[in-house]
C-alpha cells in the first residue's frame, strides 16, 4: 500500500513502473530465448575442433555474433508487428548456422572413414554430440521461424500455422494459444531423439520435409559418427 501511495505522488515512478509493465508484458512471448538458442549454438561451435569445421572457428562465430546482435536490435520492440527486415536476418543467420553444421558433420564424417584425422575417440565423440545438439537447436530456431510466416506474423494473428501442438485444439487453452520458444525445442529434440514427432503435426510440405531432413541428419550422426567414435574408445 506504501508503495503505491508513494508511485501515485511520484510522476517519476510512475513512469518507470509504466516501463518495467511493458518490458514484462513483451516477455510473455519472450524476444530472448531464440537469441539464446543462437548463442548455446556459438558456444558449441567454438568448442568444435577446427578439425571438423569449414573455417577457423572465430571466423564462423564473429559474423553469427553480428548478425544476432542486429536482430536483437531490430526486435528490441517485441513481435508486435510483422517486420520483414527482422525475418530477413533471422533467415540469413539460422541458414549460415545450417551450413556451418552441414559442413561439420560432413568433415567428420570424412575422417572416420579415411582415419585422416588425429583425434582420438573420445574427441571424436564429443564433436559428434556438439553436432547433435546443434541440430536440435538450429531446427528448433528454423521452425521458430517458420511456422506461420515467423513470430511476428503469428502474433498479429496473420499466420497459415505450419505445426498443430495440441494446445491449439485443446479447450483449456483455445484459439489465442501460441507456441513459445521452448515448444519448437521439444518439437527438434523430439525428432532427434524418436527420429518423429511426439505430439505436434507437421501441416505443410516445407514442414514434413524440414523435419524429414532433421531426422536423417540425426540419424547419421547417431548411427554413423557416434557409433564408430565409442568403438575407437575400446
Do not use: C
Not at 541440430?135 to 521452425?143: G, K, R
Request: net charge positive; no cysteine; charged share 15%.
Amino acid at each position: 500500500f506504501a508503495i503505491k501511495t508513494l508511485m501515485s505522488d511520484s510522476p517519476h515512478l510512475r513512469g518507470l513502473h509504466h516501463h518495467v509493465l511493458k518490458i514484462f508484458h513483451k516477455t510473455r512471448y519472450p524476444i530472448w530465448q531464440m537469441q539464446a538458442g543462437v548463442a548455446t549454438v556459438v558456444v558449441l561451435q567454438l568448442l568444435t575442433s577446427n578439425t571438423f569445421l569449414p573455417f577457423h572457428k572465430l571466423w564462423i562465430a564473429i559474423p553469427e555474433i553480428l548478425l544476432l546482435v542486429i536482430l536483437m536490435i531490430v526486435t528490441a520492440e517485441g513481435y508486435r508487428q510483422v517486420s520483414h527486415v527482422r525475418r530477413s536476418i533471422a533467415i540469413i543467420l539460422i541458414e549460415l548456422l545450417a551450413v556451418i553444421n552441414i559442413f561439420s558433420l560432413l568433415l567428420l564424417i570424412d575422417a572416420l572413414i579415411t582415419n585422416s584425422s588425429q583425434i582420438e575417440g573420445r574427441g571424436l565423440l564429443l564433436n559428434g554430440l556438439a553436432i547433435y545438439i546443434t541440430n536440435a537447436l538450429m531446427f528448433a530456431l528454423l521452425y521458430w521461424e517458420m511456422d506461420g510466416g515467423g513470430p511476428d506474423a503469428r502474433t498479429s494473428g496473420q499466420a497459415k500455422r505450419d505445426f498443430l501442438f495440441p494446445q491449439m485444439i485443446h479447450e483449456r487453452y483455445g484459439h489465442n494459444w501460441l507456441p513459445g520458444f521452448g515448444d519448437y525445442l521439444y518439437v527438434s529434440t523430439s525428432n532427434v531423439t524418436n527420429f518423429a514427432s511426439s505430439d505436434t503435426l507437421p501441416l505443410t510440405h516445407r514442414a514434413k520435409f524440414t523435419m524429414m531432413l532433421q531426422s536423417l541428419v540425426s540419424m547419421i550422426t547417431v548411427l554413423l559418427v557416434l557409433a564408430r567414435a565409442i568403438n575407437l574408445l575400446h
